[in-house]
């Protein structure tokens, strides 16, 4: 999954973006990507999944897999359009309730 969560330092402005935050702000600024989508993660649970999985004898030589839920980039897309209606909409027929 994609891992998101707060930064581990907020940068002062867009310069001091990490260059996987630039990106999403690109695609989602751009609304390049608009109806694929991915799994995606907490970093909190995301770290909290490694920590129980070095506490539990029974995880070692396992592979896991966690996510908190699916997201498509029209979604972010949308949100970042309820702050700025002036951003490119992207494709307005996706509704997420049935996607």
Known sequence: PHIF??????PKDKSGLSASMQLWLDSVLAATD??????WLDVRDFAL?????IQKEAAG???IIVAAGTWKWQ????AARAIEPRLPEGDTSYNHDTA
Do not use: C, F, M, Q
């Open 5 to 10: 969560g707060p930064p581990y330092e907020v």
């Open 75 to 78: 979604d972010w897309i949308n």
């Open 49 to 53: 999944a490694h920590v129980l999985a």
């Open 61 to 63: 030589g396992e592979r």
């Open 34 to 39: 608009r109806t694929s989508g991915h799994e």
